[in-house]
């Protein structure tokens, strides 16, 4: 069965730091990855989305990348600002788009 | 603006009575979901549909049920077999199954009991 750990699950850091946050998933043969923010009380909004045969995606100040052979994903964000505070999740899927989530992480940037 | 509409934004379920949650989109997109999130947890899957009057069951589909009689719309039930109602309800929807593209969320239910 397909889990995925999101570590840590909290982080706070000054504002225009660099950070990078974890993702890891015990099934290796997935089809895709998206990292999703979510603010709170609200939805998921897709941030990033890598296929199992990209290495990669950047959007703007976002950085995903994908290692499948061990099971990891990292998000890294340049140069946080505080509406960058928000919670955000990982999530894997093996085929007919069934996404398995971590847990989050709740990120606070401090102004 | 395309998108997905969950309504209500609130509920409030009395014991032993079913609640509907509504999910509307207008993105033309023919995979549907419904999640379930916990305080703390990640989200998970309910119910999914691939295409119109077909759907099938996620990790908790106990004490749900849904229907897909339009393209557009994926209503979820919560009935009173399920006996620990109160989380986030969380509708998405994708273009298609095959998981190329990105997922889309509406904005949820919080459901509560009285």
């Known amino acids: 069965k397909q889990e995925v750990t999101q570590i840590p699950a909290a982080l706070s850091v000054p504002e225009g730091e660099n950070l990078v946050l974890n993702c890891s998933f015990t099934?290796?043969?997935?089809?895709?990855l998206q990292w999703f923010r979510q603010d709170p009380g609200k939805g998921l909004t897709s941030l990033l989305l890598?296929?199992?045969?990209?290495r990669e995606q950047t959007s703007g100040r976002l950085n995903a990348s994908l290692d499948k052979s061990s099971g990891r994903s990292t998000l890294y964000i340049a140069a946080s600002q505080p509406g960058d505070s928000a919670t955000y999740l990982c999530?894997?899927?093996?085929?007919?788009?069934?996404?398995?989530f971590g847990q989050g992480t709740r990120l606070t940037i401090n102004p | 603006d395309g998108g997905i509409t969950q309504s209500p934004k609130y509920l409030f379920r009395k014991e032993g009575q079913n609640v509907t949650l509504s999910c509307e989109q207008n993105?033309?997109?023919?995979?549907m979901y419904w999640y379930r999130q916990d305080p703390g947890q990640g989200l998970r899957l309910i119910y999914y549909?691939?295409?119109?009057?077909?759907?099938q069951k996620g990790d908790i589909a106990e004490g749900y049920s849904v229907s897909r009689e339009k393209k557009e719309s994926f209503p979820l039930t919560v009935t009173s077999a399920q006996k620990n109602p109160t989380a986030f309800y969380l509708c998405?929807?994708?273009?298609?199954?095959?998981?190329?593209?990105?997922?889309?969320f509406g904005d949820g239910t919080r459901l509560s009991i009285l």
């Open positions: 998405a929807s994708s273009a298609t199954l095959t998981g190329i593209q990105p997922q889309h």
């Open positions: 099934d290796s043969a997935i089809y895709n």
């Open positions: 890598i296929q199992s045969s990209q």
């Open positions: 999530a894997v899927s093996k085929g007919a788009q069934k996404l398995v």
């Open positions: 993105l033309n997109h023919d995979a």
């Open positions: 549909s691939q295409i119109v009057n077909d759907f």
